[in-house]
Each structure stands twice: as structure tokens, then as C-alpha cells.
């Protein structure tokens, strides 16, 4: 009996004739990353993280930084930061409440990409936190399957740079975001960034955000 596919699945390869094939990938799949998936996650600068709230609604939220900002210390624990964000916390309150998450790490440039379930934790304390320069939170996901991940629909892309909000060692403090200065959230940012407008010389309408934006200024 099948751990990875439901019913719903199971009459989908029955229509298409898939069922062979998607059993033999199912034993194909691995409790842990192989040396070579250690390799390509950590050099990566961007993932896809999906967790799942309290409703039962999945939130699909994109994680970037500093290429080497996802680390594989053990081959069934990949440690992430979670960098300043716009407070809602939704990726990490979710972790909180179901803990099971997936990940997806592509490189758009060969192309390539490796696909990952696991099973998340968050800490304020933990005794790697200090070596992610910039994060808040460090999250430790403990794997439990890995996926063969056809890339032949992935576009290709070439990387220009990091993006200058990144935190990075031996770089200045990243700059303040823009939409800290919109106007109609002000009276609603903690009180450690309610200097931030002024600092970047004044409020902003929304619509004067979405045109920064619009310039790749945000």
C-alpha cells in the first residue's frame, strides 16, 4: 500500500495508465538528501517554502538570500534563516501549528531542482542562529522524503545579482525596505521602525510604493 498517494491520485494514474510508473518513483524516493542534492541546496539562493495554516490553506512563500543561506549539517536536517519580513509571520506561525512543510530548490540557469518534504521546527535560541547573519529565527527541517524532479518545464534564467536586502557577512547592514514608508501603515509598525520613513525622506501613498516597485526600488 501506497504512503504517498491517496485515492484522488490513484484514479488519476488509472486514467492517464501512470500507476506503474508512479509506483516505481515512489520507491525512488529517499528519506534523506544524497551527497550530490547536499551539494546543489546549499549552493542555492532562493526556495520555495509551503506550509499549511490553521485553516488548512497552503501558503506558498518564496525564501531568499546570500547564496549558502540553506545549510545541510546532517543528511536528513536542512537549517534555514528567517530573515525580517512584513510581520506577518505566516510561513513560521504555520510551522507552529502543523510543522510539516515542503521545499522546492531549483536552478534556473543548468536547469535542475530538487523537491523536499519534511517535518519543520522554529527557535529564537538556537546555538546555530548566530552564524545566519541578519535572521530571526532559525528553522530546522527534518527530512523526510526526496523527490526525482523532472526539470524540463523549468524556463532558463540567468542570475544577475543579489539582491542588495540580503543580509551578507562582511557587507553593511542591508538597507530599509521601502514599503515600511507607506502612509497607512505607520501607526502600525513596531516601535524600531517607525523611524524608517523619515530616514528615507518621508511617507509614501501605496501608489507612489507600486511605482517604485514598478522601477525595482521596492
Not at 510508473?21 to 538528501?33: C, I, K, V
Not at 499549511?52 to 536528513?76: E, L, M, N, Q, W
Not at 511617507?203 to 525595482?216: C, D, Q, S
Amino acid at each position: 500500500m501506497s504512503e504517498l498517494y491517496s485515492t484522488a491520485h490513484r484514479a488519476l494514474q488509472q486514467t492517464f495508465d501512470t500507476t506503474r510508473l508512479a509506483d516505481r518513483l515512489e520507491a525512488m524516493a529517499r528519506p534523506e538528501l544524497a551527497g550530490d542534492q547536499k551539494a546543489f541546496v546549499e549552493s542555492r539562493d532562493m526556495f520555495f517554502l509551503t506550509s499549511i495554516d490553521h485553516r488548512g490553506y497552503p501558503t506558498c512563500s518564496y525564501k531568499g538570500g546570500a547564496p549558502g543561506f540553506v545549510r545541510v549539517p546532517t543528511p536528513t536536517t536542512i537549517v534555514f534563516p528567517s530573515y525580517n519580513g512584513n510581520g506577518m509571520y505566516l510561513s513560521m506561525g504555520n510551522i507552529n501549528t502543523s510543522r510539516k512543510v515542503g521545499m522546492l530548490f531549483i536552478d534556473f540557469e543548468t536547469p535542475n531542482r530538487v523537491r523536499v518534504h519534511g517535518v519543520a521546527t522554529i527557535d529564537r535560541n538556537d546555538p546555530m542562529l548566530a552564524e545566519f547573519i541578519g535572521a530571526e529565527i532559525l528553522v530546522r527541517v527534518t527530512v523526510t522524503e526526496t523527490f526525482v524532479n523532472c526539470p524540463r518545464y523549468i524556463h532558463k534564467y540567468q542570475r544577475l545579482q543579489t539582491s542588495k536586502y540580503a543580509p551578507q557577512a562582511g557587507c553593511a547592514a542591508p538597507p530599509a525596505p521601502q514599503w515600511k514608508r507607506i502612509d497607512a501603515i505607520q501607526d502600525s509598525l513596531p516601535a524600531h521602525d517607525r523611524g524608517i520613513a523619515k530616514s528615507l525622506g518621508g511617507t509614501i501613498t501605496l501608489e507612489e510604493y507600486g511605482a517604485l516597485v514598478g522601477k525595482r526600488e521596492g
